[in-house]
C-alpha cells in the first residue's frame, strides 16, 4: 500500500493546553466546541481555496508558460498559495487563518493573479465537490477525540470498554494506548494544515536513505505526554521516530530546535533522494513551523488526494 505523507507545523500550545487535557477526561464534555467550530470554518476555508487551485489547473491544461505547479500549488502547500519563500507563504497561511470561508474568494483570485493577471478572468473554482454540513463535519472532525476521552474517562470509572456511537465497543486501555497520536495530529492539523505528499518522502526515511543524521528528529511522544502521566499503567508503545506504517505520526521536532533541523537538511539537500518539489514542501512546512513558533512532524494518511481529502 502506498503512503499519503504530510508534512506539519504542530501547535503544541493547543496540543498540551487544550486536546490532551480534554482527551484525559479534564473539564466539560463540550470543553474543546470553539475548537471544534473553529476546524470547520477552517474546513470550509480550505475546500473553497482548493476548488480555485483546482479551477487553475483545469484552465491551464489549455495554456503554454503557466507558472503553476499543481504538485505544490494543488497536492502540496494548504489552501492555495502561490508566491516564493518559507516567510512569505507564511504569511499566506496567516491570511487565509484569518479569512472567514465565505471571503476566499477574493484571496484565492489575488493568487491567481500572481501567477499571470490575465489568467483571473479565464478561472472559475471546481464545482465537482461538496462538503457535509456543519453538523456533519463537526461530527467527522470531534468523534475520534470524543471516543478517546471516552476511554479515558471509562479507565477512571473502572471500566473496561468505550461506546462508538454508532454502537460498536472498543478496549478502552487499548484504544487510547495507540490511537491518540494520529487522531490528535488529524485535529491538530484542521486548525493548522500541513503540506501534501505522495511515497516515501517523509523527512527521517530521506535521511536514514542517505545516510543523513535526522538532526532534531524524535520520537512524537509529545501527543501522548500528559496521557503517560495520567495513565501510567496502560502498555503504552514504544514510539518511533520515523514513519513505520500508514495512519502513522512519524518524526517530530520540537518548536525550539525546528529552525536548526531545517538548516541541517538544507545543507544536505543534495544527498538527499527526493524530487525537488517534495524537498521544497519539507522545507516550506519546517519554515511556517518556525514562523508560528510551532513543533514539525511527519504523518502518513492525514490526507489523501485519491479521495479528494486536501489540505
Known sequence: MGYDTSFHPVDMAVVEGRLLPYIAGHGDADGIDDLIARAVELRKTRFRAKAWALGVLEAARDLDGVAFD????????PFFIVGDGAEGVAEDVRRYLATPSGEVDALAREMIGRIDPALTARVTPDASGRLPDDERLAAALSTPLRILRGAATALRAGNR?????????FDAAGLLATEVPFNLLAFAAALLPGWMSRGRTWPTALCADAGVADAGFAAPSALTGLLRTEFPALDWPVPDGTITGNYTVGGMVPAAEVAGARAHLARHRDALDCEPAELRKIDEAMGVAAAFGAAFCEATEIYSGMTGDLN
Not at 470498554?161 to 465497543?169: M, N
Open 70 to 77: 499543481s504538485r505544490v500549488h494543488v497536492w502540496g502547500r
Open 161 to 169: 470498554t468505550v461506546r462508538h456511537p454508532d454502537g460498536r465497543e
